[in-house]
């Protein structure tokens, strides 16, 4: 076809799709908008409906972030019919939508919202009359709709929060409550880093942190602190509740808040802000658990799976690894004066065969892990109750119902605008707890008994203390209602497991293969540098508390804070930092002048400084040697601690002027020790080889000279003849 013509028909296509829409595949399936709206959640009241209660309050604040103005943004609560069984409830806390009708009519927020622009949102729904009537004990679905009109387009949903709500009695009816099952519950309460903190903590030298949001975190409004002051307070105000709580603790983070107390510095070379509030902390957390149910979690909460194979210089698991992350309760002890439950641990991630074999190896007796993941005979059959795993471990369930409703769900495709209400902070607990009532009794039919339940936040729960006092205000409502027990761990581990079982995770990504593949790396990094230390009569230290905070910084390097698809560069950071902040303790030390070689083979004047307290065994490597010959460098040499050296190296230059080389140091097994230093050199004469093959080469080129005038000659007299 010629170009004309395939210009025209291109043009007549396009104008037919103007005229007549495109086709019915992009008709169909659009491609998702983001959302033009953010809603914000303020408040919710009440948190559980009862017979006393006479309206539901919303309040919160819609912000137009998408870069067109909203025209008339207006906002109702929505609710949904009464969730009968765990199918329906996991679809609504994974973000599924449901059918729902309308509480109130629309309420106007403002008359148009430019970009940037926010309003205030308030929404009471009576539950007097027929409204409140039509509620039975049981889970409700609410949702918070915003509709509005983007510019250039048409009326729709923007924005959404969907949250769950349990009704405990009849609005207005206190005879139609909730049937009694007293349910045992009890409730893990992590105390647990948001990431590793530590950038350096080399043996002898204060603490360097990444940053200083570990300060904000124990100070009042801060993550930490909320979750023990909430603690606190349970304890004081509902005794029942705060006995229930047991609480699993990261002994990384309690040796970096307690390391902070004596002072710290953050990256930068910048004095931290934090050690008051470090102090603080740590003695309201030790008033906290002191008496109390402890647990401990893996060292920086690490992912034993992950751990499991890091290797060390022979090929195998390090297991000395395994043994740090799994020597909590010491640290527990040491900083807080409390020992932990004997043979209890709260893996993250889902350990695997080795795994569990290190746990049951290291002492303890029984894991505390999602139920969910727990299998018994094919893969389809769940685990209810507690179960023996492989080594003889007692597996533990937690309710992985409850655990989803306060992790809260990521917005789908088909539900862009809609955002879960434990993902929103100011109501972040709702649907957990609401998951517990329903697992509770609410959601069971009427003369069905109802199990134990352990509830496992997520690992680290980021709520206000308002939440958090919402939370535990809720599980006492639900006690006084006859709904649940208080009960302990301890009640819960007296009961016999209920057979066998093994855990599976479909979901783990390789993320952690190429992890432990860098950890790997370091690691027998560091089994080089140990392998070279000696210990210094002097000052008595021992190499393994030198290379103690790189193995604690490879344990820091598994850690679940990092995800399922960690960045290797990310999880393997600490490790590295740490491992350069003993390499550049022995360096060589660049020359200030350039140096002039006395001859053609003279000795090379190398300073080596080693910093650290114990003495090391190096080689002096040299590169980039154009113009120069040297020994061999693989001599093993011995630098005593905290001084200087300088060794001499033999080198011949090649040829006279300005010369360069490039010197470093190695361990004897190849790993590099500080940065290398570029030498400048000068020579006016040749070394004493290059002589030889000089007049070895004049000689050559004498005798082949006299050849060709003897040749000459002997031809010029046989001419003559």
Not at 50 to 71: E, H, L, P, Y
Not at 202 to 216: E, H, R, Y
Not at 317 to 346: F, Q
Request: include cysteine; charge should be neutral; hydrophobic fraction near 40%.
């Amino acid at each position: 076809m010629k170009r004309p013509a395939a210009f025209l028909l291109s043009l007549l296509i396009v104008a037919a799709t103007a005229l007549f829409g495109a086709p019915a595949d992009a008709q169909e399936n659009p491609s998702p908008e983001p959302a033009r709206l953010r809603l914000d959640l303020g408040q919710l009241a009440p948190r559980l409906i009862t017979s006393s209660d006479q309206a539901i309050t919303v309040t919160g604040t819609v912000t137009n972030t998408g870069s067109r103005r909203i025209v008339k943004p207006m906002a109702r609560l929505q609710i949904g019919e009464r969730l009968a069984s765990p199918r329906a409830m996991d679809s609504v806390l994974a973000g599924n939508p449901v059918q729902d009708t309308p509480l109130t009519d629309f309420t106007s927020l403002a008359e148009e919202l430019e970009p940037g622009q926010s309003a205030r949102m308030n929404i009471t729904v009576p539950l007097t009359g027929p409204r409140g009537a039509a509620l039975r004990p049981g889970v409700y679905p609410l949702l918070v709709n915003v509709n509005g009109t983007p510019e250039y387009g048409g009326p729709a949903r923007l924005a959404a929060v969907s949250l769950l709500m349990p009704v405990l009695s009849t609005p207005g009816h206190a005879n139609n409550q909730a049937t009694p099952r007293h349910s045992k519950l009890a409730v893990l309460w992590p105390i647990t880093d948001s990431t590793p903190h530590i950038q350096t903590a080399p043996f002898g030298v204060p603490m360097t942190l990444t940053d200083d949001s570990l300060a904000d975190e124990l100070s009042p409004g801060g993550r930490l602190y909320s979750l023990v002051s909430a603690a606190r307070a349970a304890q004081e105000t509902n005794p029942k509740i705060g006995g229930s709580l047991c609480f699993a603790l990261d002994p990384d983070l309690l040796r970096t808040v307690d390391a902070m107390r004596n002072g710290y510095r953050v990256s930068g070379g910048v004095a931290g802000k934090g050690a008051d509030a470090a102090s603080n902390w740590l003695a309201a957390l030790r008033a906290l658990v002191t008496g109390r149910c402890v647990v401990p979690l893996p060292f920086a909460d690490a992912d034993l799976t992950t751990l499991g194979k890091i290797r060390g210089a022979d090929g195998n698991p390090d297991a000395g690894l395994m043994t740090t992350a799994l020597n909590g309760t010491a640290t527990i002890r040491e900083v807080l004066g409390v020992e932990s439950k004997t043979g209890v641990l709260w893996p993250g991630g889902t350990p695997d065969e080795k795994a569990l074999s290190a746990i049951s190896s290291g002492g303890f007796q029984t894991v505390l892990t999602d139920g969910a993941k727990l299998r018994a005979g094919g893969d389809d059959e769940t685990v209810t109750g507690a179960a023996t795993l492989s080594d003889g471990l007692r597996a533990q369930p937690t309710n992985s119902m409850a655990t989803a409703g306060l992790t809260g769900f990521t917005p789908s495709a088909q539900t862009p605008t809609t955002y879960s209400g434990a993902s929103q902070r100011a109501v972040s607990t709702q649907n957990g707890l609401a998951a517990i009532a329903f697992e509770a009794g609410l959601g069971r039919a009427e003369g069905a008994t109802s199990g134990s339940l352990l509830v496992a936040p997520p690992r680290r729960w980021d709520a206000t203390t308002d939440e958090l006092n919402a939370f535990l205000s809720g599980l006492g409502k639900l006690t006084n209602a006859g709904v649940t027990a208080g009960s302990t761990l301890d009640d819960l581990l007296g009961s016999a497991p209920e057979g066998s079982a093994s855990l599976v995770d479909n979901t783990r990504s390789d993320g952690g293969a190429a992890v432990a593949d860098q950890l790997s790396g370091l690691d027998q990094d560091v089994a080089s540098l140990l392998s070279a230390m000696q210990i210094d009569p002097r000052n008595r230290v021992e190499p393994k508390a030198i290379i103690g905070p790189v193995r604690d910084a490879l344990v820091r390097g598994s850690s679940t804070a990092f995800g399922p698809s960690a960045s290797v560069p990310s999880a393997s950071a600490n490790a590295t930092a740490e491992l350069a902040a003993i390499r550049d303790q022995v360096t060589v030390e660049q020359p200030k002048q350039t140096i002039a070689l006395a001859s053609g083979s003279s000795p090379l004047p190398v300073y080596v400084h080693n910093d650290l307290p114990v003495g090391i065994t190096a080689q002096i490597a040299l590169k980039n040697t154009m113009g120069i010959r040297p020994e061999q460098t693989n001599k093993e040499l011995l630098f005593p601690a905290k001084g200087g050296q300088t060794r001499y190296v033999q080198i011949e230059a090649l040829r006279a002027g300005h010369l360069s080389v490039d010197v470093s140091l190695t361990t004897p097994s190849g790993t590099d020790l500080g940065a290398t230093a570029r030498f400048e050199l000068t020579s006016t004469e040749y070394g004493p080889i290059t002589i030889i093959i000089t007049v070895v080469a004049g000689c050559a080129l004498l005798l082949l000279a006299s050849r060709r005038i003897y040749r000459r000659v002997k031809e010029s007299r046989g001419g003559a003849a």
